[in-house]
């Protein structure tokens, strides 16, 4: 029996399995929201959540305030969501210090907060709030709670999480406050639970109401004992409680692909210990298997899938269905870093987030469409044409289809793009599209096909930097190194390895090559288990593997990510060299010019990571200039990118 898919109840709401899309962060308007959610509807989640300010203070300018002039829009979501089948939730919302001014909806308003404490993400000082400010806020988050159950809302969740108000007031880091609500913990719970109790108060005892909270700020302030003395007093007032990790500062990883998939589940279940009311699990689950062990393992009675439903809108259909999903990758590039940004939320692998309003039917379907290479931009492009009743063909050169994903996927913690090049494969089949492997595509070939429209997506190639020496045996590129496999990279570990390049694609071979070596990655976790610091020292082994990097900055392409890939890099003892610039390879050294002074380096292997050129010029140029045949250039092929650069392209030019 497969309890994933059973019916369940919060409150006196009934949902159709235990799967629920929770809150994400779009800063979409609330009718592009409405279209958003509809489709994850359709897509098969039991209920969707939409985040809403409780006051225009509290909210950033792009989120939807509940007030009086926003309940009929509220009215209308809720009916598009029911006329699925599905329920709608409403997140009750007050970002606290996480904002700046001109930043929020009320944009001459400052942030606020139980202290003058800044937020290292905003980094503006909040303006504290007084005894009568917090009183109204209490206040607002009751008038929210109702005009939702007014306009029809199924249910409200209050957020008392991942940093913002209520959790602020909860952490001693950031309530430093000496009057009843700050001090002792007690104290400290004072505003979260008035907040939960004028929520109840508003929406009466039969209305859903859902506390999310996280189970620690992960920061050093409060942990799993304080959440589950909160709960345990909130509970009388509550139909279920989402448990979620720390907070978006933290060091820890929240929702990134460092994070094992259900890695914070054991968070709910201790919760789930000390309550009666249902628990939801939430944080990277993002596939069938692991939302069914969290359920058949008494971990929760629910699962939150946010991202799971971002990358996939049918993504419990498909797994209904037994179809292929596409997995988030937990890159954060497109959620998580455009949030932060105050932008509208996208997905690397999913191009068709945020066009759910857009129509379907742009232009004549049934055209003969060619498409040339098989990566990201030329496998998106043939379902995308296909979609609009194109008779299409996918011809590349390689044995296989994937292009590039294939060496993206060896990286460390990036096993799901592995499992998105099977994905994409069963969705051409689907699709009947013909796929030819081992087929150039030159000018004769056009004209034999004689197609009547051609999508250009022929990747690009590793750059080969203008180096004395660069030409040697013993120098690979990152992408050869990632695609010859583990054997290869456990041969390349017994000299000195210098990584040229400290970009993304540098710091995940180095990284790669460090952690290839199985068998120490597990002598060296008992070490540090078992032993005291001075046994560390005396039996620490360094990786052998130095990355240099032309700039000032390691993996300044990596964004949000950074952080957390240079502290790894750091434990697997990988020397990082900035403002360095290779003159010179040799046989087994290299000459390295650091703020001008030179300088040879040991190196048995020189892996080249600096970057890809586009390729595909002599089919384009004859292309343009024969102007038989209409074209479009994509993905690498157009200008060298990302993977979700490469699949918004092929989106766009099939339409």
Known sequence: MCYLMMKGRIGSMVLNNRIIMTALHTGFSIEKETAFLQKRAKGGAAAVTAVMGVSKVGAPFNMCVLEQDTQEQVRKMAKAIHQTSGKLLIQLFHAGRNGALGLMADPEAFP????????????????????????????????????????????????????????????????????????????????PLEVIKSV????????????????????????????????????????????????????????????????????????????????IACNRINHEEIAKEIIDQGYADFVGCARAFLTDSDFVRKMEQGI??????????????????????????????????????????????????????????????????????????????????????????????????????????????????????????????????????????????????????????????????????????KGKILVIGGGSVGLETALYLARKLKLSEIGERFIIDFADNDIKRDLCCSADITVVEMTEKMGADLGGLRRIMVKQME???????????VEEILENQVVINVAGQTSLREAQTVVLAAGYRSQGQ????????????????????????????????AYEAAR
């Open 618 to 649: 002599p089919l384009i140029h004859w292309l343009e200039e024969s102007g038989k045949f209409p074209y479009r250039i994509v993905g690498d092929a157009a200008k060298v990118g990302n993977i979700g650069k490469a699949l918004m392209d």
């Open 112 to 191: 606020v907060a139980p202290s003058p404490i800044p937020s290292p993400i905003y980094k503006e000082i909040p303006k504290e709030l007084a005894a009568g400010e917090i009183e109204e806020i209490v206040h607002e988050f009751g008038s929210a709670a109702k005009l939702c159950k007014m306009a029809g809302v199924d249910g409200v969740e209050i957020s008392c999480s991942a940093g913002y108000l209520l959790t602020q007031f909860l952490s001693p880091r950031t309530n430093r406050r000496t009057d009843e609500y700050g001090g002792n913990l007690e104290n400290r719970m004072r505003f």
């Open 571 to 581: 434990r697997h003892g990988i020397e990082m060299i900035t403002n360095a610039r």
């Open 200 to 279: 109840r108060e508003s929406v009466g005892k039969d209305y859903p109401v859902i506390l999310r909270v996280s189970a620690s700020d992960m920061l050093g302030g409060y942990g799993i004992e304080d959440t589950i003395e909160l709960v345990k007093k909130a509970e009388r007032y509550l139909d279920a409680i989402n448990v979620t990790g720390g907070w978006h500062e933290s060091d820890v990883p929240q929702i990134s692909m460092h994070l094992p998939e259900g890695g914070f589940a054991f968070l709910a279940r201790e919760v789930k210990r000390h309550v009666k009311i249902p628990i």
């Open 324 to 493: 292929p999903y596409r997995r988030c990758i937990g890159c954060n590039k497109g959620c998580i870093e455009k949030v932060l940004k105050m932008q509208e939320v996208t997905c690397v692998f999913n191009p068709e987030v945020g066009k759910e309003t857009e129509p379907a039917d742009k232009r004549e379907s049934g055209r003969r469409t060619l498409i040339v290479g098989g990566g990201p931009a030329g496998i998106e492009a043939a379902l995308q044409c296909a979609k609009q009743g194109d008779e299409v063909q996918l011809c590349t050169d390689e044995k296989m289809i994937g292009g590039l994903l294939h060496a993206a996927a060896k990286a460390p913690f990036k096993d799901n793009i592995a499992r998105n090049i099977k994905t994409m494969r069963a969705e051409l089949e689907r699709s009947h599209v013909r796929v030819k492997c081992g087929v150039l595509v030159d000018s004769s070939y056009i004209e034999r096909e004689n197609p009547d429209f051609v999508i250009v997506a022929a990747g690009s190639k590793p750059v080969l930097l203008p180096i004395p020496g660069v030409n040697q045996r013993h120098i690979y590129t990152a992408q050869q190194v990632l695609e010859a496999g583990d054997h290869f990279a456990s041969t390349l570990r």
